[in-house]
């Protein structure tokens, strides 16, 4: 094959088989040698298969690896190692008790006649992480007593030390970090490249995408679709729909809704704990947000809407009667119904199937003298799953395999089975992918243009400016906004959520 | 890992041992029918399998009510102590009260009842953990029961209502009577746990508690409700046990804790997705009367009989764990 000069990495025709699954059909993936090379796809695309296969954890069943122009035949983890290439996992697996310094020299100590050099490592941990990352941690703290974000940094400094890294993976490195400390490790990452280390960055963040990397690969189906070079934010539309396959002209669905009369108020409440003194009134046929940082009171309000936690101050009107909610089985008897933020722990039983979680919370109508109607059961499961598009169509599948976007589904058509007038949406469509994230925007906003009462709660901004009707911003305990969202800017969100300045505390 | 070179025909083979991994238990359940069958003929006759299910009766409800309190996500091990308080309501009773027969069976199932009322307490209000809060039951009923009949004598009753002996001995239409409790027992259990809308809150509560609740399910009734019918229940084991015996043996209950564990687990390895099932519960009730049943026969030592249940057991078991491992 010809080799173009200058690519450091170059897998090409790469495929991998899995019983009864092909996770990579002939798949290329070529970094040039001092560049920062973004990996881009739905779940299930194939990009953590790719990067398997390149640490060497998976065998590929044809394609070639090329390093540096030299073919890999043989490729184990200690080989791929050899050839100076390190992966930055998105999971930390760094030990909490053991020292900074032991964390970044493990397996490799300084020895000296005496056994291990704790004083000089503790020392040339601080260098590097000061000269190489520009991270001010010192070598003999714990790693427990670290934030993530320096944490982030003390894993990177362990695939660094050695000095023979020539290539970086970065797997989600910013999922846990918040937005102060991308910052600080895209400023590490510069400096990487500045010493030309290569890098492949692999992100379901499109900004950051964009902002750091020279060329993206972008995945679909197992194999590549496309390379898109010079990379800007001008090209975040064209990503999208190389990664869905299909044109998405605009990801946030038309606000055709009209809110009516009011249904839910709440006043005065406050847990005297996480957030105090809260007003707040949602009508028929509104699409409220929830704006604010984590340790804002965002989740914990939402949680009280719902009966998960119990108020000590204020009180809740439906309809303008007042209600107590002892319960979230008492706020679904009202017709509130929630889709909570974790929906693996929370959202839908994971070990029972489609059929049955979408049946959950209304099985009386599908029973007679409270046994169940089989057939009733599975038909209306069906016509629901056929409404929200689930997949696979098959409603005797068992929750846990199916992808997030689907899951999500389950858990909003169990409540449309219900026939619920306020739902509440904590971080709809955290871990889903672009297209079934569409596809839940447009069903949140037939639910709104139906008549229900909609609360979204969520950290994106785009989101909830692209969705909501208004936004109220939560800090400290407290709205200190309430914002109609055709007059407010994405900025201006930031700003107010962040109280207008970077402030400590707002770790994720 | 290694992909095959045909993947259909791969698939075929690997659902065939699945399917006969999972059936394990039931063949090796047959190959000790046929073992004891050729062995003893006296094993197949018509008394020896009627008395094999008989003998299953109590055993078969305790182990119900266990797989009530499995499904939902916990452990009983106070069932003996239900079936205990059963038994001795009913009897002192009869004997102390002069109660009717079906006032004394209404006082058994109260006695039950007081059980899984103490256990939901503790469970729910309390917050223990299921498998703390059944243990500390079972040592304190075990002490009131010892204290209740100074020392642990039995308290007998030979002038029993005949109605109330022939729940052990009488018979309908010529099937005996354990049977037919047993039975509609099973048949009870069955409809409420595999086929009620309260055994599918059941199971979700005992899969995923956070997510049951967040459903709209009262987790908190549901788990109390299932400690109180599963004390109940094992109090018509008591029932039965008192009719047949005509005392009330303190203590005697204890007898079943694992063997009744040992059958709900029997079954839940016999399930697709590994939950305790009811008909599952009663195969393994089965089959662990049919080893004791037929070990006997064969006139084994008395002690050996319990080392090779266990060894048969593990066995079956380690057989569904490579079909879940074959599964992944």
């Known amino acids: ?92 697996h760094l030990v909490p008790h053991f020292t900074v310094a032991e964390s970044v020299f493990m397996g490799q100590e300084l ?57 970086v993976v970065f797997d989600e490195p910013t999922a846990p970090l918040a937005s102060r400390e991308i910052d600080q490790l895209f400023e590490a990452i510069a400096r990487l490249k500045a010493r030309g280390i290569s890098m492949v960055y692999v992100s379901h963040y499109l900004g950051e995408i964009t902002s750091i990397c020279d060329q993206v690969t972008v995945f679909r189906n197992g194999r590549d679709v496309g390379v898109i070079e010079a990379i800007g934010p001008q090209d975040t539309g064209r990503m999208i729909n190389m990664m869905v396959g299909r044109d998405i002209s605009d990801l946030y669905p038309a606000k055709a809704h009209a809110p009516a009369a009011a249904l839910l108020r709440v006043e005065a409440l406050g847990d005297h704990k996480h957030f105090d003194n809260i007003d707040l009134e949602i009508r028929r046929g509104e699409i409220v947000g929830v704006a604010g940082l984590i340790g804002s009171g965002r989740e914990e309000l939402v949680d009280t809407i719902y009966g998960l936690r119990q108020p000590a101050a204020g009180r809740m009107l439906i309809d303008g009667k007042p209600v107590r909610l002892a319960s979230p089985a008492a706020a679904v008897k ?22 049955d979680n979408v049946n959950l919370a209304s099985l009386e109508d599908v029973s007679r003298a409270y046994l169940i ?36 589904k389950v858990v909003l058509a169990r409540w449309l089975a219900t026939g619920s007038r306020l739902f509440i949406l904590d971080e709809p469509t955290v871990g889903v992918d672009i297209g079934a994230k569409v596809e839940i925007y447009r069903l949140i906003e037939r639910l709104a243009g139906d008549g229900a009462a909609v609360i979204v709660s969520s950290s994106d901004p785009n989101e909830l400016i692209g969705l909501c009707d208004r936004i109220v911003v939560m800090l400290r305990g407290s709205i200190v906004a309430n914002v109609d969202t055709a007059t407010t800017s994405l900025d201006a969100l930031i ?12 770790v994720a | 890992m290694s992909a095959a070179a045909s993947p259909g025909k791969a698939d075929t083979v690997m659902r065939v041992v699945e399917a006969l991994l999972r059936q394990s238990f039931l063949l090796v359940m047959l190959a000790c029918f046929l073992f004891f069958a050729f062995y003893n003929g006296a094993f197949l006759s018509l008394g020896n399998i009627t008395n094999i299910l008989e003998g299953s009766a109590i055993l078969l409800v305790v182990s119900l009510g266990m797989t009530l309190v499995v499904a939902q996500g916990g452990i009983d091990l106070s069932v003996g102590v239900a079936l205990d308080f059963g038994s001795a309501f009913a009897i002192v009773a009869m004997r102390d009260y002069d109660a009717t027969w079906y006032v004394a069976i209404l006082c058994g199932l109260a006695g039950g009842a007081i059980v899984g009322l103490l256990n939901a307490f503790l469970v729910v209000r309390l917050s223990v953990s299921p498998f703390l809060a059944t243990l500390g039951v079972f040592f304190i009923g075990g002490s009131v029961q010892r204290i209740f009949t100074h020392g642990g004598g039995p308290i007998s009753f030979r002038r029993l209502p005949l109605q109330y002996y022939d729940i052990a001995v009488g018979d309908v239409f010529g099937i005996p009577m354990k049977i037919v409790i047993g039975v509609a027992v099973l048949a009870v259990f069955y409809l409420l746990l595999e086929r009620s809308l309260f055994g599918k809150r059941f199971h979700a509560i005992g899969m995923q508690p956070s997510a049951a609740r967040i459903a709209g399910i009262a987790t908190n009734a549901y788990v109390a409700l299932g400690f109180v019918v599963a004390s109940m229940t094992c109090a018509i084991g008591g029932i039965i046990a008192s009719a047949n015996l005509r005392m009330f043996t303190p203590l005697a209950g204890n007898a079943y804790l694992m063997q009744s564990i040992a059958a709900v687990f029997i079954g839940a390895s016999m399930h697709p997705r590994g939950r305790p099932n009811v008909l599952g519960t009663a195969v393994g009730v089965l089959f662990l009367s049919m080893i004791a049943n037929g070990l006997n026969l064969m006139g084994l030592d008395f002690n050996l009989k319990d080392a090779l249940s266990g060894i048969i057991l593990v066995v079956a078991l380690v057989f569904a764990i490579a079909q879940r491992r074959l599964k992944h």
Request: proline residues 3%.
């Open chain 1, 334 to 355: 009202q017709g509130i119904v929630l889709v909570p933020r974790d929906r693996r722990q929370d959202g839908l039983v994971l070990g029972m199937t489609v059929a």
């Open chain 1, 111 to 167: 020895q000296g006649w005496f056994g291990i050099k704790s004083r000089a490592m503790a020392e040339a941990a601080e260098t590097f992480l000061k000269e190489t990352l520009n991270a001010e941690i010192r070598g003999t703290t714990l790693i427990r007593d670290l934030g993530v974000a320096q944490r982030k940094l003390v894993q990177i400094a362990r695939a660094l030390i050695d000095n023979k890294a020539r290539i």
């Open chain 1, 373 to 408: 109607n089989r057939p009733a059961a599975a038909k209306r499961a069906d016509a629901l799953a056929a409404k929200l598009d689930i997949r696979p169509r098959n409603v005797d599948t068992v929750a846990r395999l199916l992808s997030g976007g689907n899951q999500q």
């Open chain 1, 1 to 92: 094959m010809t080799e173009p000069t200058g690519h450091i990495l170059q897998m090409s025709g790469i495929t991998k088989i899995f019983p009864g699954v092909v996770a990579l059909d002939n798949a290329n993936l070529a970094v040039r040698e001092g560049h920062i090379h973004g990996l881009v796809g739905e779940n299930g695309a194939g990009k953590s298969t790719i990067i398997k296969v390149l640490a060497g954890v998976y065998g590929r069943d044809a394609g070639e690896v090329v390093i540096d122009g030299a073919a890999m035949a043989a490729m184990t983890p200690a080989h791929v190692h050899a050839a100076g290439i390190r992966f930055i996992h998105q999971e930390l």
């Open chain 1, 495 to 506: 700003a107010l959520t962040t109280g207008g300045e970077l402030h400590e505390g707002a």
